[in-house]
């Protein structure tokens, strides 16, 4: 059974400290995603990690993607109040065309 | 503007009474998936569809019916709710369901519909 893992779930930070969310996961995948979900509101898309080594920043969000560790971090640089969401990373299956999530990283940026 | 649809925004019924929720894409995109979101759960995959008339279950089927009958419809059918199903429930699509297309473009989800079951 595939599981992707998130670390850690709970994140409360200052204003312009660095930090970097987890994504682990359990089988050989190529493909992964992260993606934004702001309170009461859909997921949007931040990033789409297609190949080992593949890393993409946007603003102060960088991705990278380890395929033969399974693992991908999102890293937050200088973070600012308006960060402030719940991060999921999801991994795509080569098996059934599913998209297999992470439970989230809810995180707290305080002035 | 490109979007996914999803209606209703919140919908509160009670245990038995037969509800659709209806998902509509104006994107041309072929694959179409259901997901509900559970607190510390994440997303879970109802159904999904790769094309018209082409469905299959995804991790939490039981209790939910879908059809795709046009490309850009995939509503989900709850024959008899039950409180097990209050959830918030997500519509997604994509341009393809196989080969590279899809991977590059990620997902669109639709807003969301907030479903109790009382």
């Known amino acids: 059974e595939l599981k992707v893992e998130q670390n850690p779930l709970f994140l409360s930070m200052q204003e312009g400290k660095n930090y970097t969310i987890y994504c682990n996961y359990s089988t050989t995948s190529d493909r992964l995603y992260w993606y934004r979900q702001d309170p009461g509101k859909s997921l949007e898309s931040l990033f789409v990690l297609l190949s080992n080594g593949a890393v993409k920043q946007e603003g102060r969000l960088m991705a990278s993607l380890d395929t033969k560790a399974r693992l991908s971090t999102l890293h937050i640089t200088a973070a600012v109040h308006d960060l402030s969401a719940t991060y999921f990373c999801a991994v795509d299956t080569d098996s059934n065309y599913q998209l297999i999530w992470g439970a989230g990283t809810k995180l707290i940026i305080k002035p | 503007e490109a979007q996914v649809t999803q209606n209703p925004r919140y919908l509160i019924t009670v245990t038995g009474k037969k509800l659709t929720v209806t998902c509509s894409q104006n994107?041309?995109?072929?694959?179409m998936s259901w997901y509900r979101q559970d607190p510390g759960l994440g997303l879970r995959q109802i159904y999904y569809s790769m094309n018209v008339e082409v469905t299959d279950k995804g991790d939490v089927p039981e209790g939910y019916k879908v059809s795709r009958k046009e490309k850009r419809n995939f509503p989900l059918i709850l024959e008899s709710p039950s409180p097990n199903q209050t959830s918030l429930y997500f519509c997604a699509s994509s341009l393809s369901g196989r080969g590279r297309a899809r991977y590059n473009y990620g997902y669109t989800f639709g807003s969301g519909t907030r479903l109790t079951v009382v």
């Open positions: 994107m041309n995109h072929e694959y």
